[in-house]
């Protein structure tokens, strides 16, 4: 492969790959990059994981959500492969609702720096209780520290009927 098309591919292993092995724990390794090509533009990417499931780390009873993330890139973006492996890593995981997306942003922030990144776990109920944490991160001294703050707080002004779960 040229040098030209090494640095274009960034990081990326997996996609393509037809022996991928899907880790059986948290593993944030697996995460990888490519180079942004639009650095110069601002734009979001989402990413929707409707399918999202980790375990309770008290009674290792598992836990369903949908987790959107949402991140302005900078130099780096995150290839959708090795993200649905880290995601699915967290399968047979234990830690709660909360750390769980405080754990995913603080991954994509080490793995990309992006200028902005918002995750967002929306988990099924269990004991009728549905639990949504919610958190932000923009690049410190920059506009997008200030939306992190303005977004954070503006969060869920007007929240969903929560009626279909």
């Given at each position: 492969?040229?040098r030209?098309m090494?640095?274009?591919?960034?990081?990326?292993?997996?996609?393509?790959n037809?022996?991928?092995?899907y880790?059986?724990?948290?593993?944030?390794?697996?995460?990888e990059?490519f180079p942004?090509?639009?650095?110069?533009?601002?734009?979001?990417?989402?990413?929707?994981?409707?399918?999202?499931t980790?375990?309770?780390?008290?009674?290792?009873q598992?836990?369903f959500?949908?987790i959107?993330i949402?991140?302005?890139?900078n130099e780096?973006?995150?290839?959708?492969?090795?993200?649905?492996?880290?995601?699915?890593?967290?399968?047979?995981?234990?830690?709660f609702?909360?750390d769980?997306?405080?754990?995913?942003?603080?991954?994509?922030?080490?793995?990309?720096?992006?200028?902005y990144?918002e995750?967002?776990?929306?988990?099924?109920?269990?004991?009728?209780?549905?639990?949504?944490?919610?958190?932000?991160y923009?690049m410190?001294?920059?506009?997008?520290?200030q939306?992190?703050?303005?977004?954070?707080?503006?969060?869920?002004?007007?929240?969903?009927?929560i009626?279909n779960?």
């Amino acid at each position: 492969m040229g040098r030209d098309m090494e640095k274009e591919k960034g990081t990326i292993s997996l996609l393509g790959n037809q022996h991928t092995k899907y880790p059986t724990d948290y593993a944030p390794e697996v995460l990888e990059t490519f180079p942004n090509k639009h650095p110069e533009n601002d734009y979001f990417v989402k990413f929707n994981c409707p399918e999202f499931t980790s375990l309770c780390p008290i009674t290792g009873q598992p836990d369903f959500a949908a987790i959107y993330i949402s991140y302005i890139p900078n130099e780096k973006m995150v290839e959708s492969k090795s993200l649905k492996l880290y995601l699915f890593s967290f399968r047979n995981h234990g830690d709660f609702h909360e750390d769980c997306v405080n754990i995913i942003m603080k991954d994509l922030i080490k793995l990309m720096s992006p200028k902005y990144i918002e995750v967002w776990g929306k988990f099924l109920p269990r004991g009728g209780l549905s639990i949504d944490p919610y958190c932000n991160y923009g690049m410190e001294g920059t506009k997008w520290e200030q939306l992190a703050w303005d977004r954070l707080a503006h969060h869920d002004m007007n929240p969903e009927m929560i009626n279909n779960r």
